[in-house]
């Protein structure tokens, strides 16, 4: 059996938003069981993420991190067409990955206690993201 | 068809251990021929990889990246609970990614020659960790 | 239904590949409708990404800052039997992964606009390269 949907995130700026209960309602209304649920992104500039979900200070270290690491306008770029986040928000987005896939038990995403589903928005203004979810299993 | 089972992996220190043959075995015994094998580590301070498995200061060299990269202890983070290697711990898991698929080709994972499968754990004191494995296939 | 094709692809040196094509054409041949198109390369030391299709500064600017994060010939490196890009050609890969699964829908891999499927080829010499794919669906 495959299911496919696909769910619409609005983003507000930079930032990460837990997706974990619309995954979960997906599982749910689809009746599955057991199996795989694949969460696929169809953008370059935002990603999909595993995290801690249980203290922001988590989220907000990441976002730190990944300045330090990838900083917004450094002069390395060369592709700066939509601003100084433009290739920062590529780079992001290929370090974290743009595909996840979670098992399905129980009808529900085998999460552990303190993992939660992410969509990491890496542009500094809102968008509205795609994000396909695809289930098989039974 | 889908299996799905759990394995428990017990960790002694921040260190890459290889999981291939446990894959092998689940493989082996659920009797599948061609399909997708998924692990996914239900944490969100170790990780699952795939690493060269011939020498080990690959792995060593792989350690002492991401400390130059991800350094504990850094004053950046406001995460500091579990130690000095708390907030680390989750951007390596995050980097390095917590889900993995491996074909199934004949029976077997359908590894490259130089390939293993490990698990990464980023936090410097043991942990129990639970992999849930995902099969299918025919 | 799962069908299992292993593709060979010719890298020169450096560089980003585009194989979207290759996927497209393995998908239609094998006539799925919707399901999942499981990519693995069978190596350490290129990987598989989703990178934007427009714009070629794009994909020299990520080999500009991978080569900051991950430089060709550091000291801090003891594996370096094969050259000075032999241990960051590892970190790279597993930096960016070297398993991706697409969605496929209404026949093909369903990417966004700007989503292009590439082999990154970290070694500098020429290398022949296997991926295999592994469809599943209906």
């Known amino acids: 059996m495959v299911v496919q949907e696909r769910v619409q995130i609005q983003t507000q700026d930079r930032n990460t938003y837990d ?4 995954v979960v309602e997906v599982i749910s209304q689809a009746g599955f069981t ?4 694949q969460l696929f992104i169809q953008h370059t500039s935002a990603s999909l993420i595993l995290c801690e979900n249980a203290d922001p200070t988590v989220r907000s270290d990441l976002e730190r991190i990944m300045a330090r690491l ?6 390395l770029f060369d592709h700066t067409m939509e601003g100084p986040d ?13 595909d996840l896939s979670v ?3 129980q009808g529900r995403p085998a999460l552990g ?10 542009r500094t203004h809102p968008h509205q993201r795609q ?6 299993g039974e």
């Open 19 to 22: 997706i974990t209960n619309r």
């Open 34 to 37: 057991t199996g795989i649920c």
């Open 70 to 75: 990838v900083p917004d306008g450094d002069p």
């Open 86 to 98: 433009d290739m920062p928000a590529h780079i992001r987005s290929i370090l974290t990955k743009m």
């Open 103 to 105: 098992p399905i038990r």
């Open 113 to 122: 206690t303190w993992q939660g589903i992410y969509l990491w928005e890496h």
């Open 131 to 136: 994000v396909m979810i695809t289930l098989y």
